[in-house]
């Protein structure tokens, strides 16, 4: 997108960036000049992750970390502020979600993603945000969905976390400006990753029923959103902040995502698919 490159030198942490669009994003930074940091729980999707994006060149710290603890996320900043001197970019990508109607959700299914996607971006942003003020400069980039305010029928949880992220975009976003920080967030519409793949539209029927309500008809790729992220990230967009950009090809005007109820009424279904798709 860019001719130069933008993020020379910039220490980009990306929470869950070993695999889907954490990967991606991290791997459009590496390509315009900026040493990446990327954490999530698992080692194996660190290591894999870390060796795709190294194609892209620069330098990449893995880091095991669980967003949902505040005294690892310390130990973590300190540890990247030791190897970089620096943090200028945090996006907060990590989370986690399934199909569950309302009325069945069961309570730790809905404290667990509260946990990750709204208490661990908090978390996350608190603690590395400090760091920044320190720095009088910075940036935070919130990934959302268009569930975060139309509503996400069967994802009553991952809807109710993503509106407090947006709540929380705009919040710090005026808090923090005095700082010399920014804070933005992107609504992808569904996309296909091993993730929202397996738990959201395990059978190729469900996808279809998805795509089919999407006005453009297709799912957004990985690398439409990177690059969404990629410029409100860049110095092209400083004087954005406390923005929400949508990239859903129409999805949620057109009632795509919040008045499908498709996953609530092929609720069974979808869980025999889903265990199904994990267990392969
Ligand atoms: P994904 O591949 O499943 O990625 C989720 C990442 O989060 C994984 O790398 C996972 O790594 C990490 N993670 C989960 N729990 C964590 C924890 N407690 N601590 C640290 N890391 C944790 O998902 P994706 O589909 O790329 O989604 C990426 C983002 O886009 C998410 O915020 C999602 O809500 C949002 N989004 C997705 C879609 C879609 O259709 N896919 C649509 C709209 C928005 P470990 O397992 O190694 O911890």
Redesign the pocket.
Known sequence: MFKEKVLQDQVAVI??G?????KDIAIAYAQQGAKIVI????EE??AKGAADIAKAGGEVMTYS????EPQAIKAFTSAVVERFGKIDILVN?????FIYPAEKLPLRGWKSVID?VLN?TFYCSQIIGNQMIEQQSGQIMN???TYAWAGGPGTIH?ASAKAGVLAMTRTLAVEWARYGIRVNAVA????D????RTR?WPTPELEKSITDKIPLNRFTSTEEVAQAVLYLTSPYASYITGECVVIDGGAWLGKGIAGNMDFVDNFAAVREASKKARIK
Request: aromatic content about 2%; charged content about 10%.
């Open positions: 929470t869950g070993g695999t889907g669009l954490g954490c999530s729980r698992n999707h660190l970390l669980d967003v949902r990508n990590a989370a986690g979600n990750i661990g990934i959302l969905a991952s992808p519409g569904p996309f990753t091993e993730g929202a959201l």
